[in-house]
């Protein structure tokens, strides 16, 4: 097992679409236990594969308070959305800034699981939150894009000069 490097925004390689997984074989049980470990020791609920620079579309989540309850999403389509709720988010690739997106209160979601056995997810919550933060990573997409121009250039700005204190 190993800890992986998270990209931090605005990296333009967090920009990359994810293509999906082909081979369910041991170097992805390998990347899913990796990604597993550097979400759990970061900590987050979630990482996306567009995180770490792998570019195959993998996620995983724990959104338990016992930290015992791995999801593992691959090559996820969300079939269905409802509702709308309002949650403060935060992201491992935006390291200290948290702010309010809007998204559906409810999803549907259909994945294969890391053996490539179909299975379905229905979410709500922070759960629903998660996977769909989860799955616009896996598009190049980061929750600061939903806020405005001018919190996005605050944001830039903050993180230029952590970026440089940490040289
Ligand atoms: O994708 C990521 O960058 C992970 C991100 C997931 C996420 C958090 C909140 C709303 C939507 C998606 C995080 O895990 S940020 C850290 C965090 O929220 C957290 C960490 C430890 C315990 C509880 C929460
Ligand atoms: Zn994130």
């Known amino acids: 097992m190993a800890l992986l490097k998270i990209l931090h925004y605005p990296d333009t390689r967090l920009k990359k679409i994810a293509v999906p997984v082909?081979?369910?074989?041991r170097a992805l049980a390998a990347l899913v236990s990796d990604m597993a470990e550097t979400m759990y020791a970061a900590p987050g609920i979630g990482l996306a594969a567009t995180q770490v620079d792998v570019h195959r579309q993998v996620v995983v989540m724990d959104v338990s308070e016992e930290r015992n309850n791995l999801l593992t999403l691959i090559n996820a389509r969300v079939t269905h959305k409802e509702g709308a709720q309002v949650y403060e988010e935060g992201c491992l690739s935006?390291?200290?800034i948290y702010d309010k997106v809007e998204r559906a209160a409810?999803?549907?979601v259909d994945y294969v699981d890391i053996k490539g056995k179909p299975c379905v997810l229905e979410a709500s919550g922070l759960l629903a939150v998660c996977v769909q933060h989860e799955l616009d990573h896996l598009q190049g997409k980061v929750f600061v894009e939903y806020l405005s121009p001018l919190k996005q250039?605050?944001?830039r700005t903050k993180l230029a000069?952590?970026?440089k204190a940490n040289l």
């Open 22 to 25: 082909t081979k369910f074989d």
């Open 94 to 96: 935006v390291p200290g």
């Open 106 to 108: 409810l999803v549907r």
């Open 153 to 155: 250039g605050r944001i």
């Open 161 to 163: 000069k952590q970026a």
